[in-house]
């Protein structure tokens, strides 16, 4: 996986939220979202200074695919 992919699944327009997690006082979102013509991804970022900054990104399991591709539901 290449940096920039995990920042094409955060732009994805079919992303959908995946439960994330809080560390300290920064909130942490996660999302599943795939970059053109790549592997869904699960990523967690958090919003600094008005920017998002991706924390850490990883390949998504099956069961998140599936999700994915059930646009959530």
Do not use: C, H
């Amino acid at each position: 996986m290449e940096p920039g992919e995990a920042e094409d699944a955060v732009l994805d327009p079919r992303r959908i939220g995946a439960p994330a997690y809080n560390l300290g006082s920064e909130r942490r979102w996660a999302l599943l979202g795939t970059p053109e013509g790549g592997e869904t991804l699960f990523v967690v970022y958090t919003r600094r200074r008005g920017r998002i900054r991706v924390v850490t990104a990883r390949p998504a399991t099956n069961q998140e695919k599936r999700r994915y591709r059930k646009g959530g539901k």
